[in-house]
């Protein structure tokens, strides 16, 4: 069982032993590709965590961009938030159906908005109903909690330094994408964009990050993956996917080692695969 740190990663045990705090609110980042066939918002209503808000990754997002669910601007983050109760002096915890897979996005997504008081819950809700731990279908009182930002742009890479960083090599761009979509042996889910993977990018399969049972791996065995995978963890990271979320799992592999100098690339493939004038490279490498 991982270390429990409320500015990474909690166990289910911790959750259960601090569920009554006052200053904790846990947030359902359910959010599933087009075919899990899975309507996140319905199952929240259905089942949730004691307490838990639904996140909408998809509506709290920036709706002036094309690109899928891209990273809101603070005011809306803070806006969204304070409406559902959540703000400055929580301690956070986030948790998706599947384990471990949106709940990174939202993790990465308050420290991108300088707020450093929030976790993942390892093994997400598939553990906690595991465990035979409470759960609840009703909706929780909210009260209006103010909120402050302070956007970390470090966190956060767009097209044009990703471009740079691959051509130039001082990073290490990690693709969460499973290895036949960065290879290009398979064509991409979303309608449009071109098969393969950003020049000198390697792949670290986001599942080869965690267990069978959804919980995140060892700081050790992280340490093994990111080797075999020939990443060279002296240099800085961008992470990247199919739209941003499961790169974030990566990020928080990351911060579970002690690596602090990692970034997520927000376009990801849904931006770089859309330009015909971006170099693409295809095959296992």
């Given at each position: ?48 965590i004691p307490g838990a808000r639904f996140f909408d990754i998809d509506e709290i997002s920036d709706n002036r961009s094309d690109l899928p669910h ?109 290895p036949s979509r960065f290879a290009g042996a398979e064509p991409e889910p979303r309608a449009g964009l071109r098969a393969g993977h950003i020049p ?86």
């Amino acid at each position: 069982m991982a270390a429990d740190d409320p500015t990474t990663l909690v166990s289910t045990d911790w959750l259960a032993q601090h569920l009554s705090d006052p200053d904790i609110r846990i947030l359902d980042a359910s959010w599933y590709l087009p075919d899990a066939e899975r309507d996140p918002k319905a199952e929240y209503e259905a089942a949730h965590i004691p307490g838990a808000r639904f996140f909408d990754i998809d509506e709290i997002s920036d709706n002036r961009s094309d690109l899928p669910h891209m990273a809101p601007p603070p005011e809306k983050f803070m806006s969204r938030l304070r409406a559902m109760g959540v703000g400055d002096g929580h301690q956070v915890v986030v948790y998706d159906g599947m384990g471990l897979f949106s709940a990174a996005r939202v993790w990465w997504l308050f420290k991108l908005m300088g707020k450093t008081d929030v976790a993942v819950l390892d093994g997400g809700f598939a553990k906690w109903q595991a465990e035979g731990r409470p759960e609840e279908d009703l909706a929780p009182v909210i009260r209006d909690r103010h909120m402050t930002t302070s956007r970390q742009n470090h966190l956060m890479k767009d097209v044009t330094q990703v471009a740079q960083a691959s051509k130039i090599g001082d990073h290490e761009i990690l693709d969460a994408r499973a290895p036949s979509r960065f290879a290009g042996a398979e064509p991409e889910p979303r309608a449009g964009l071109r098969a393969g993977h950003i020049p000198n990018s390697k792949n670290v399969h986001y599942r080869t990050l965690l267990n069978d049972d959804g919980t995140i791996k060892s700081p050790e065995a992280l340490r093994a993956v990111f080797r075999e995978a020939g990443v060279d963890l002296d240099k800085p990271v961008i992470t990247t996917c199919g739209s941003g979320v499961t790169a974030a799992i990566i990020n928080l592999a990351l911060a579970r080692i002690g690596h602090v100098n990692h970034a997520l690339y927000d376009g990801s493939w849904s931006e770089w695969g859309m330009y015909n004038d971006l170099r693409v490279a295809t095959g296992e490498k």
